[in-house]
């Protein structure tokens, strides 16, 4: 069973790479991996920093605990929080608050993105 465990680990950290270099390829230069830099972010559930927003990563199949635990779980100190959640053969998706969510639209707008 440590195998497992130690697989599972493994995933998630390629997976926290990943994302990070999908950040970087579009010009975020400054991300980094808390489990790297930050022992005070990791601890509260942020995989990368760097950013305007806080990650948390998940490859799992059957996500436990929830995003809205997850969301909730993480620091509420003004910086949209997004989980990126990858299923095998389903592909990613990245779950935000509606307050979040409605501020990035309102951003947009105000910004004449639309």
């Not at 130690?6 to 230069?29: C, N, P």
């Amino acid at each position: 069973m440590a195998k497992a465990g130690k697989s599972a680990r493994q995933k998630g950290h390629s997976y926290e790479l990943a994302v990070k270099k999908l950040h970087e390829d579009i010009g975020f230069t400054n991300v980094y991996t808390s489990r790297n830099e930050s022992k005070r972010l990791d601890d509260a559930g942020v995989d990368l920093a760097g950013l305007p927003y806080h990650v948390q990563c998940k490859a799992v199949e059957r996500l436990s605990p929830t995003i809205h635990e997850i969301l909730s779980s993480m620091p509420q100190e003004g910086k949209i929080n997004a989980v990126f959640h990858k299923r095998n053969r389903k592909g990613t998706i990245v779950s935000i608050s509606e307050k979040d969510w409605m501020d990035v639209l309102a951003f947009l707008k105000k910004n004449n993105y639309f």
